[in-house]
């Protein structure tokens, strides 16, 4: 089965053919992000989530996250991701 990763920002259409070419099953939901409920009723479906700015990865999100494994970080920073909650799942930033 291919790890199921969430894109919730935008990113360019370049960025999600490199994961579909590994064969990455990826779903590109650029205004999910900006949707904290909409994010914690779907993020339970994905062992991976790449993210920019808008997505606010909080204790909450981690919490619903029971399958992730890691958050990509597109650009510079991880201040929008809890870290202590998300190392303490043991969820690779």
């Not at 994961?19 to 779903?27: A, W």
């Not at 909409?38 to 993020?43: D, F, Y």
């Amino acid at each position: 089965m291919a790890p199921k990763v969430l894109v919730s920002d935008k990113l360019s259409e370049t960025a999600v053919q490199i994961f579909r070419d590994r064969g990455v099953d990826v779903d590109y939901l650029p205004d999910l992000g900006k949707d904290k409920d909409k994010l914690l009723e779907v993020i339970g479906q994905y062992d991976g989530l790449a993210i920019r700015s808008a997505t606010k990865v909080s204790d909450k999100v981690l919490a619903a996250a029971t399958r992730l494994k890691v958050i990509g970080r597109a650009g510079i920073g991880v201040d929008n991701v809890d870290i202590p909650a998300a190392s303490k799942k043991g969820v690779i930033v």
